[in-house]
């Protein structure tokens, strides 16, 4: 019989047909077409029956080379078409790294911690170490040790949040304890400031918050006096405030310090003239301070004719107020963002 078969017009017209093609599911159809159980190269295969041996073994051989190019002719083909998918997937996934990103707005410090820091900040510059002490207290931390007498009005119902009845635990009133636990646990000299929150039973108002927080001073060495105790308070007045400001001490008293102060700093917003602020009167008050009792050294058994020291306990509250001249005091629990964001 006479067998036809042309492999050049065959491939000539799969590259024809596979020219049109460009998804994998048609490129699979036409595959099927040529290669598949009932393909093109299948009824080639079956028509050699009909030839004498030696035709059979010249097609045979066509058919074989005619079946391996057509294979690699659609390998190849898959293979541009898989190559063009991902291109195009990769165009959707693009991402353009000019545009501007989301802005994510970080926080801020409050103006408490931001306060608490610079105050750290300056002690830490003239030798200071920071030193902690906890929120609940015991009374003997809080005030006995402090020279503090069951009589003193410190001590009674309304100023101090009692945690047992009996009264020998309490949130601390003030800073002063860390002074006890800090001479305890330390040999002298010693030089440290703890900053941290205190608790006492005031109404919310525009100066007054039931809690608050305070830096406690502590200055221990063999020859301490008021020299030094105004020194390191003027230099830190001066630090926070500006050059131009100065300090004022007022006898006062507290249980213990002997002698006692209330010390001003002339007033930020008129220079001492004279202002709303002020009251009139030049002077704002800041802190409280005075040399250790010898009391309070004997109740941590340093020895008072060796030992001397000064301390302070200042409002931090009030001096954030006094520096970013924040109106009230209820501002800085708020958490209003505009408000931390307009300073
Ligand atoms: N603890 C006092 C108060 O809360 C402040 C104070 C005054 C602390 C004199 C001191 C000091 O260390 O020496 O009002």
């Given at each position: 019989?006479n067998?036809?078969?042309?492999?050049e017009?065959?491939?000539?017209?799969?590259?024809?047909?596979?020219?049109?093609?460009?998804?994998i599911?048609?490129?699979?159809?036409?595959?099927?077409?040529?290669?598949?159980?009932?393909?093109l190269?299948?009824?080639?295969?079956?028509?050699?029956k009909?030839?004498?041996?030696?035709?059979?073994?010249e097609?045979?051989?066509?058919?074989?080379?005619?079946?391996?190019?057509?294979?690699?002719?659609?390998?190849?083909?898959?293979?541009?078409?898989?190559?063009?998918?991902?291109e195009?997937?990769?165009?959707?996934?693009?991402?353009?790294?000019?545009?501007?990103?989301?802005?994510r707005?970080?926080?801020?410090?409050?103006?408490?911690?931001?306060t608490?820091?610079?105050?750290e900040?300056?002690?830490?510059?003239?030798?200071f170490?920071?030193?902690?002490?906890?929120?609940?207290?015991?009374?003997?931390?809080?005030?006995?040790?402090?020279?503090?007498?069951?009589?003193?009005?410190?001590?009674?119902?309304?100023?101090?949040?009692?945690?047992?009845?009996?009264?020998?635990?309490?949130?601390?009133?003030?800073t002063?304890?860390?002074?006890i636990?800090t001479?305890?646990?330390?040999?002298?000299?010693?030089?440290?400031?703890?900053?941290g929150?205190?608790?006492?039973?005031?109404?919310?108002?525009?100066t007054h918050?039931?809690?608050?927080?305070?830096?406690?001073?502590?200055?221990?060495?063999?020859?301490?006096?008021?020299?030094?105790?105004?020194?390191?308070?003027?230099?830190m007045?001066?630090?926070?405030?500006?050059?131009?400001?100065?300090?004022l001490?007022?006898p006062?008293?507290?249980?213990?310090?002997?002698?006692?102060?209330e010390?001003?700093?002339?007033?930020?917003?008129?220079?001492?003239?004279?202002?709303?602020?002020?009251?009139?009167?030049?002077?704002?008050e800041?802190?409280?301070?005075g040399?250790?009792?010898?009391?309070?050294?004997?109740?941590?058994?340093?020895?008072?004719?060796?030992?001397?020291?000064?301390?302070?306990g200042?409002?931090?509250?009030?001096?954030?107020?006094l520096?970013?001249?924040?109106?009230?005091?209820?501002?800085?629990?708020?958490?209003?963002?505009?408000?931390?964001?307009?300073?």
């Open positions: 019989m067998y036809n078969l042309n492999k017009e065959i491939l000539l017209a799969l590259r024809e047909e596979l020219s049109d093609i460009n998804d599911q048609n490129l699979q159809n036409l595959k099927s077409k040529y290669l598949g159980k009932n393909g190269t299948k009824s080639l295969m079956k028509n050699l009909n030839l004498d041996d030696q035709a059979k073994r097609y045979g051989k066509v058919i074989n080379e005619l079946k391996n190019e057509i294979e690699d002719i659609f390998e190849n083909k898959l293979a541009e078409l898989k190559k063009a998918e991902l195009e997937k990769e165009k959707e996934n693009w991402v353009d790294v000019t545009i501007p990103g989301a802005i707005k970080i926080g801020k410090e409050s103006f408490i911690t931001k608490i820091r610079e105050i900040e300056i002690f830490i510059g003239m030798g170490s920071i030193a902690e002490g906890p929120e609940i207290e015991d009374a003997w931390y809080n005030f006995d040790a402090l020279n503090t007498p069951k009589w003193h009005p410190a001590r009674e119902m309304q100023d101090t949040f009692y945690i047992t009845t009996d009264q020998q635990k309490l949130l601390r009133t003030h002063s304890p860390v002074q636990r001479m305890l646990k330390s040999t002298p000299p010693l030089a440290i400031i703890s900053p929150r205190v608790y006492r039973k005031d109404e919310l108002d525009a918050s039931p809690v608050f927080h305070q830096v406690e001073g502590l200055y221990v060495d063999k020859t301490v006096s008021v020299s030094h105790l105004k020194m390191y308070l003027e230099t007045a001066k630090k926070l405030f500006g050059n131009k400001v100065s300090i001490l007022r006062s008293y507290f249980p213990f310090t002997e002698p006692s102060f010390v001003d700093i002339s007033c930020i917003f008129c220079g001492g003239k004279g202002c709303n602020i002020c009251k009139n009167s030049g002077w704002i800041i802190l409280g301070a040399l250790v009792h010898p009391n309070v050294l004997k109740s941590v058994n340093y020895d008072p004719e060796i030992w001397q020291g000064f301390a302070f200042m409002g931090v509250e009030r001096v954030a107020l520096k970013y001249n924040v109106p009230e005091m209820r501002e800085f629990y708020k958490n209003d963002v505009r408000f931390i964001e307009s300073w």
